[in-house]
């Protein structure tokens, strides 16, 4: 139903050295940031990693990887806002203080994490899934979840650690979808596309949205849309079960000054 060039990714927590052991996915070959690992397994190369070998703290206290009494920089600084007023983030103290409050961080701690395809994941669940795509196709994502859910609420997005945070710690802990913009951090290390944007889903959410997904196919995508649905639909020999409909959206017809559809409406009464 969507045109995603990348795969999406699950997410899971590895609480402990033995879960992270027991976890066949292979180690990460050297260290990377969080971010940039999310971005190579949607494109095929999955990894797991843990303090050692992630290359940026930001995500590790997003995550829940760096302990505060392990940290090199005093946590007050980073609860506070100080650490980012000082970056030149945000016009004056208060605001910094405020986004620094309202940033959601993991509130475990775990030893390390899985980053993989979706499609891996078939012996056990993912934690979160996070999907990186355009404008378009993250627009049909949230349809399909207003399908099930209601209106997307509470967004946090901020442009600052967006991958670990707007995508991953703020939709786990909180069990809700969001949005992210990316930012600049991840734009320079991971090179994502200019266009691309993040949505961090809790995994016991995504079979609601992938149906309400399908189910509002008809009233929300237009012919061309549908056209490449049922080319691939033809290629998975499922095209009888996809239940598209031409020419049955919502918008058609739907324009118009109040004259134009009051003759419209006359129209169709005569």
Not at 30 to 39: N, R
Not at 208 to 224: C, L
């Amino acid at each position: 139903m969507l045109d995603l060039k990348r795969s999406p990714v699950g997410i899971r927590f590895l609480f402990s050295q033995q879960d992270y052991d027991a976890c066949s996915t292979p180690e990460i070959k050297a260290p990377l940031p969080y971010c940039a690992a999310v971005k190579n397994a949607s494109t095929g190369t999955p990894c797991k990693l843990n303090l050692k070998n992630t290359a940026c703290l930001s995500g590790a206290r997003a995550l829940g990887l760096l302990k505060p009494e392990d940290d090199i920089v005093d946590p007050n600084e980073i609860i506070s806002g100080q650490r980012h007023h000082k970056m030149g983030l945000y016009a004056d103290y208060s605001i910094s203080r405020q986004i620094a409050k309202d940033m959601v961080y993991c509130t475990h701690q775990v030893y390390g994490i899985e980053i993989a395809e979706l499609a891996l994941y078939t012996d056990y669940n993912p934690d979160l899934v996070i999907i990186t795509t355009d404008a378009t196709n993250a627009m049909r994502i949230i349809q399909g979840y207003s399908y099930h859910f209601g209106q997307l609420k509470n967004v946090k997005v901020a442009g600052n650690q967006a991958i670990c945070q707007e995508c991953t710690s703020y939709p786990f802990e909180m069990n809700q979808v969001n949005l992210s913009l990316l930012c600049s951090g991840t734009r320079q290390v991971a090179k994502w596309e200019g266009d691309e944007m993040g949505i961090g889903i809790p995994f016991n959410q995504l079979d609601k949205i992938v149906d309400g997904i399908r189910k509002t196919s008809n009233p929300m995508d237009s012919n061309k849309t549908k056209k490449s649905i049922l080319e691939k639909a033809k290629a998975m020999g499922v095209e009888e079960q996809a239940g598209i409909e031409m020419s049955s959206n919502y918008y058609t017809g739907g324009y118009g000054t109040i004259e134009y559809h009051k003759r419209k409406k006359a129209q169709s009464n005569t």
